[in-house]
């Protein structure tokens, strides 16, 4: 999947959605999780995360070794969402796009720090892609920037033919 740079040069618009109180977990679930893409508005919607140097990586290590235990074909939630989030972060420039974005609400104050956070934290983790719980959105995106990113090479053999 594009990351987060990638995503706006194919004019994907990144927007963050406040996560609301919740009153039963399915609601939380929900919404934390609750990743949307329009693909007609080129909106890519996602809940603010708060990151902070204490509480978020241990929040996200401890589900994630907890769903190791599944049964296979069961949904790890927390394992996809980093995923997803792991692979909209490549750089610093990601973090920072991200956080002007409001997606993400660095704490850290230190984009460098989120990016080796995020990019270290699927670290032998296993995960089945067959049920990844984002898979519409990630190929929605991977086809929308093909082809703007054709489109653009188009354009480009154009101007240089004519």
Same mark, same amino acid.
């Given at each position: 999947?594009?990351?987060?740079?990638?995503?706006? !040069?194919?004019?994907?618009?990144?927007?963050?959605?406040?996560?609301?109180?919740?009153?039963?977990?399915?609601?939380?679930?929900? *919404?934390? @999780?609750?990743?949307?893409? !329009?693909? +007609?508005?080129?909106?890519? =919607?996602?809940?603010?995360?708060?990151?902070?140097? $204490?509480?978020?990586?241990?929040? @996200? /290590?401890? $589900?994630?070794?907890?769903?190791?235990?599944?049964?296979?074909?069961?949904?790890?939630?927390?394992?996809?969402?980093?995923? @997803?989030?792991?692979?909209?972060?490549?750089?610093? =420039?990601?973090?920072? &796009? &991200?956080?002007?974005? +409001?997606?993400?609400?660095?704490?850290?104050?230190?984009?460098?720090?989120?990016?080796?956070? @995020?990019?270290?934290? *699927?670290?032998?983790?296993?995960?089945? !892609?067959?049920?990844? $719980?984002?898979?519409?959105?990630?190929?929605?995106?991977?086809? /929308?920037?093909?082809?703007?990113?054709?489109?653009?090479?188009?354009? =480009?053999?154009?101007?240089?033919?004519?």
């Amino acid at each position: 999947m594009p990351s987060a740079t990638e995503l706006e !040069d194919a004019g994907i618009h990144l927007l963050s959605v406040p996560i609301p109180e919740m009153q039963i977990q399915e609601q939380w679930k929900e *919404c934390m @999780f609750g990743i949307t893409f !329009d693909n +007609g508005t080129k909106e890519l =919607k996602i809940p603010t995360l708060q990151v902070d140097d $204490y509480f978020t990586e241990r929040l @996200f /290590r401890n $589900y994630m070794a907890y769903e190791q235990f599944f049964p296979w074909e069961d949904p790890t939630y927390f394992v996809n969402y980093v995923v @997803f989030i792991v692979d909209l972060i490549n750089t610093s =420039k990601d973090v920072k &796009l &991200l956080r002007k974005s +409001g997606i993400i609400d660095n704490l850290l104050r230190n984009d460098e720090a989120v990016t080796q956070m @995020f990019n270290k934290l *699927c670290d032998f983790i296993s995960y089945n !892609d067959e049920s990844f $719980y984002y898979e519409d959105i990630a190929s929605q995106l991977n086809d /929308r920037a093909l082809q703007e990113r054709l489109e653009h090479m188009e354009g =480009k053999i154009k101007e240089r033919l004519f």
